[in-house]
């Protein structure tokens, strides 16, 4: 049994050194992809509008907010569950391509289905599938990357996080 002085610390510490990001290439992927897994929420979000005005009789923005938001808080709670058994850039990969998926059906529905008219709640329950989706596809990429980006230095945590306000805003303009 050791004795009660004797500590040792839970991290240990490594002297490789960081390599250098010379044109802030790492950087600027970081940012990107921070950036990007907000991108398809903006969207659904900001296009509010003609949702309501396709569904007059439905709160759509709190819909897809519900359904958002319930779906990628208990997608991330099961990846945070199995995440040993899971490799973040396969989730950042497959949450990508979830995310082209959902906002490819939306519009495509549109044009061939809904045809813009009113009152057509089977492209309601389509796209609220597509919002969910793109819910599940956010807690994939939010925890691939922001894990990834974690064993990193800490400039590219900051990166997704600066990314993922900079996708905000620049839907707001």
Same mark, same amino acid.
């Given at each position: ?5 004797? *500590? ?27 950036? &990007? ?17 396709? +569904?007059? *009789?439905?709160?759509?923005?709190? !819909?897809? #907010?519900?359904?958002?938001?319930? /779906? &990628?808080?208990? #997608?991330?709670?099961?990846? $945070?569950?199995? *995440?040993?058994?899971s490799n973040p850039? @396969?989730? $950042?990969? @497959? ?12 519009? /495509?529905?549109?044009? @061939?289905?809904?045809? =813009? ?5 089977? &492209?309601? +329950? ?14 994939? !990429?939010? %925890? %691939?990357? $922001?894990?990834?980006? =974690? ?8 990166? @997704? !996080?600066?990314?993922?306000?900079? *996708? %905000? ?5």
């Amino acid at each position: 049994m050791p004795a009660a002085d004797d *500590s040792s610390p839970l991290l240990t510490t490594t002297t490789a050194t960081t390599p250098r990001d010379t044109h802030h290439l790492a950087y600027i992927i970081h940012f990107t992809l921070g950036a &990007g897994f907000l991108l398809p929420w903006n969207a659904f979000i900001t296009a509010v509008d003609y949702f309501t005005y396709l +569904y007059p *009789s439905l709160n759509v923005d709190r !819909v897809f #907010s519900v359904t958002y938001m319930l /779906v &990628g808080l208990v #997608s991330l709670l099961l990846l $945070i569950l199995f *995440s040993h058994k899971s490799n973040p850039f @396969v989730k $950042i990969n @497959v949450g990508l391509g979830l995310f082209v998926v959902a906002l490819t059906v939306v519009p /495509v529905m549109d044009v @061939v289905h809904v045809k =813009g008219e009113t009152g057509v709640y089977g &492209g309601f +329950y389509v796209t609220v599938g597509a919002v969910a989706v793109c819910g599940f596809a956010d807690a994939l !990429v939010q %925890g %691939g990357l $922001i894990g990834a980006a =974690g064993e990193l230095p800490e400039r590219y945590t900051q990166a @997704v !996080v600066a990314g993922t306000a900079a *996708s %905000g805003e620049g839907f707001r303009v």
